[in-house]
């Protein structure tokens, strides 16, 4: 049956958990953990860490304001216990208000792009004592820090229990010195290998904030090497801009011209087109030859065949000559400057897999794509239709994120890790899910996915006559190549590692809602 609030479905999950790893009943090997731990609060956690005193085994991180949940201690033990070769936990968390648990906070696993843009850990994480060293080489005292003074006010605040909201230059040091050092020391911002993540997560609530939570913004993206950003550096690589378009020379051209407008770095372009009629084609080439009677370059590679998506985007690869491929759609507008060296830059990253952009609706401010996620009933857009000017979800639609999948419209990778994922499957995704089953395989070769809504372009994605046909025969492939999706990718059912299994499940709602399931 369904919970009617969250807070019935939180009340029954915690009667679960306490049963599982508190009391009487908790004398399991999953709990029975002898790892001594110690919680200390962001206002003290600097000082605490350098204050020469022997460490526990594991520590637990917590904002000031709000409570541990009654389990989460030996939850984490548990964690660290079953996964020897993690160093570092977080967990997801919920408000409490007049005793009504509200406001859930289910967060991604480990995401080192939305972490490079956010502090999605939030109010609790947990961290391995031993590695510690990484943090204070040479066990540094606070004394080496600080005045003697400030210190004991510290510790006479710490056993009053008085609340002091970390400041800037805490939050800054919590978040870069401690949690981004840990992570890139455990291979967080490396490629994975297999299914593990190098840095843990609790999808259980483990923390009641007594305000609404909220993550802390602090970018590290300006000042981490993991995400620095350089125009200067993205002048170096070659990007080939694959566009495969039939019977569309005007969209074709109001597409290829935003390109030449308002992309600053060097790039070629390569038209693929399966049959278009012969005036279209004439248009066509006029335009192409037109682009290479400037500055630009320009191919058109023409071959009359059924529609195949995953067929054009592969022979636009064959013969591109860059570093990195970007596969868009000729209904795709851009309509500022930036868009393709922030896109070349992070798809640069030895750990990025595939990069994307939002899109929006023409002419609006609505969200077309901010990513795909996989539910139950297979991949689903999240926050389609939705208002670009309100925040949705702890900022997603503003940040630069991790996703499974991205839409196939706008679409970067480096042309090393396309070939390693053999391209596009021409055989079992002609039509649909093209992008979907390309993005999981980059994914499950051990690379993260990135979108970057922090920016975005215009897909106009029109309805003509010649792409009514299309739609018409993609329609009809649809579930032939769901079924082909799911059965080429069991672990990705349903199962996706940037989408919380507590979320819901249903394809038809755009927003981040708790699914509110509970056994009756």
């Given at each position: 049956?369904?919970?009617?609030?969250?807070?019935?479905?939180?009340l029954?999950?915690?009667?679960?958990?306490?049963?599982?790893?508190?009391?009487?009943n908790?004398?399991t090997?999953?709990?029975?953990?002898?790892?001594?731990?110690?919680?200390?609060?962001?206002?003290?956690?600097?000082?605490?860490?350098?204050s020469?005193?022997?460490?526990?085994?594991?520590?637990?991180?917590?904002?000031?304001?709000?409570?541990?949940?009654e389990y989460?201690?030996?939850?984490?033990?548990?964690?660290?216990?079953?996964?020897?070769?993690v160093?570092?936990?977080?967990?997801?968390?919920d408000?409490?208000?007049?005793?009504?648990?509200?406001?859930?906070?289910?967060?991604?696993?480990?995401?080192?792009?939305?972490?490079?843009?956010?502090?999605?850990?939030?109010?609790?994480?947990?961290?391995?004592?031993?590695?510690?060293?990484?943090?204070?080489?040479?066990?540094?005292?606070?004394?080496?820090?600080?005045p003697?003074?400030?210190?004991?006010?510290?510790?006479?605040?710490?056993?009053?229990?008085?609340?002091t909201?970390?400041?800037?230059?805490?939050?800054?040091?919590?978040y870069?010195?401690?949690?981004?050092?840990?992570?890139?020391?455990?291979?967080?911002?490396?490629r994975?290998r297999?299914?593990?993540?190098?840095?843990?997560?609790?999808?259980?609530?483990?923390?009641?904030a007594?305000?609404?939570?909220?993550?802390?913004?602090?970018?590290?993206?300006?000042?981490?090497?993991?995400?620095?950003?350089s125009?200067?550096?993205?002048?170096?690589?070659?990007?080939?801009?694959?566009?495969?378009?039939?019977?569309?020379?005007?969209?074709l051209?109001?597409?290829?011209?935003?390109?030449?407008?308002?992309?600053?770095?060097?790039?070629?372009?390569?038209i693929v087109?399966n049959?278009s009629?012969?005036?279209?084609?004439?248009?066509?080439?006029?335009?192409?030859?037109?682009?290479?009677?400037?500055?630009?370059?320009?191919?058109y590679?023409?071959k009359?065949m059924?529609?195949?998506?995953?067929?054009?985007?592969?022979?636009?690869?064959?013969?591109?000559?860059?570093e990195?491929?970007?596969?868009?759609?000729?209904?795709?507008?851009?309509?500022?400057?930036?868009?393709?060296?922030?896109?070349?830059?992070?798809?640069?990253l030895?750990?990025?897999?595939v990069v994307?952009?939002?899109?929006?609706?023409?002419?609006?401010?609505?969200?077309?794509?901010?990513?795909?996620?996989s539910?139950?009933?297979?991949?689903?857009?999240?926050?389609?239709?939705?208002?670009?000017?309100?925040?949705w979800?702890?900022?997603?639609?503003?940040?630069?994120?991790?996703v499974?999948?991205?839409?196939?419209?706008?679409?970067?990778?480096?042309?090393?890790?396309?070939?390693?994922?053999?391209?596009?499957?021409?055989?079992h995704?002609?039509?649909?899910y093209?992008?979907?089953?390309?993005?999981?395989?980059?994914?499950?070769?051990?690379?993260?996915?990135?979108v970057?809504?922090n920016?975005?372009?215009?897909?106009?994605?029109?309805?003509?006559k010649?792409?009514?046909?299309?739609?018409?025969?993609?329609?009809?492939?649809?579930?032939?190549?769901?079924?082909?999706?799911?059965?080429?990718?069991?672990l990705?059912?349903?199962?996706?590692?940037?989408?919380?299994?507590?979320?819901?499940q249903d394809?038809?709602?755009?927003?981040?809602?708790?699914?509110?399931?509970?056994?009756?």
């Amino acid at each position: 049956m369904k919970a009617k609030t969250y807070h019935e479905w939180f009340l029954r999950r915690r009667e679960e958990l306490m049963a599982r790893f508190t009391g009487e009943n908790a004398g399991t090997s999953e709990t029975d953990q002898s790892a001594s731990v110690e919680v200390v609060r962001f206002s003290h956690l600097k000082n605490f860490i350098l204050s020469g005193e022997n460490q526990p085994d594991i520590l637990i991180a917590c904002d000031d304001d709000g409570e541990l949940t009654e389990y989460a201690i030996p939850m984490i033990r548990a964690f660290f216990a079953a996964h020897p070769n993690v160093n570092m936990v977080y967990g997801d968390e919920d408000q409490i208000s007049d005793g009504i648990f509200v406001s859930p906070w289910f967060k991604s696993d480990w995401a080192p792009d939305t972490f490079l843009s956010t502090f999605y850990f939030g109010s609790v994480f947990a961290i391995r004592s031993s590695t510690l060293g990484l943090i204070n080489p040479g066990k540094r005292t606070a004394q080496e820090f600080e005045p003697e003074s400030r210190i004991l006010e510290d510790a006479v605040e710490e056993q009053e229990a008085r609340r002091t909201e970390p400041d800037s230059a805490l939050r800054s040091w919590i978040y870069g010195k401690l949690c981004l050092k840990v992570a890139q020391a455990d291979g967080g911002f490396s490629r994975r290998r297999g299914e593990e993540m190098p840095v843990g997560h609790i999808p259980e609530i483990l923390f009641h904030a007594n305000e609404k939570p909220e993550a802390w913004d602090a970018p590290l993206i300006r000042d981490s090497l993991t995400g620095r950003f350089s125009q200067e550096s993205a002048t170096t690589r070659l990007i080939s801009i694959i566009i495969p378009s039939k019977d569309n020379p005007s969209l074709l051209e109001r597409c290829l011209r935003s390109i030449i407008t308002y992309a600053k770095v060097p790039y070629e372009l390569i038209i693929v087109d399966n049959g278009s009629s012969e005036e279209n084609r004439r248009r066509t080439q006029e335009l192409v030859d037109e682009i290479n009677a400037g500055e630009m370059s320009a191919v058109y590679l023409y071959k009359e065949m059924p529609f195949n998506m995953a067929r054009m985007n592969n022979m636009g690869a064959a013969c591109a000559n860059g570093e990195m491929l970007l596969f868009l759609h000729d209904d795709v507008e851009i309509r500022k400057s930036g868009w393709l060296s922030h896109l070349s830059e992070k798809a640069k990253l030895p750990y990025v897999g595939v990069v994307g952009i939002k899109l929006l609706y023409p002419e609006s401010n609505l969200i077309q794509h901010a990513g795909i996620m996989s539910v139950a009933d297979g991949p689903v857009y999240k926050l389609q239709y939705k208002s670009n000017g309100e925040t949705w979800y702890h900022g997603f639609n503003k940040g630069v994120r991790n996703v499974l999948a991205l839409s196939g419209a706008c679409m970067m990778v480096r042309s090393e890790v396309f070939a390693e994922a053999g391209g596009f499957d021409e055989e079992h995704f002609p039509d649909c899910y093209t992008n979907v089953d390309f993005c999981y395989r980059v994914y499950e070769n051990g690379y993260y996915n990135v979108v970057r809504n922090n920016m975005y372009l215009y897909y106009f994605d029109p309805v003509s006559k010649e792409n009514l046909e299309t739609l018409e025969q993609r329609e009809k492939s649809r579930p032939a190549e769901l079924n082909a999706l799911k059965v080429l990718h069991p672990l990705r059912n349903g199962n996706d590692p940037f989408y919380h299994k507590d979320l819901t499940q249903d394809s038809k709602e755009a927003r981040f809602l708790p699914s509110l399931e509970m056994e009756p």
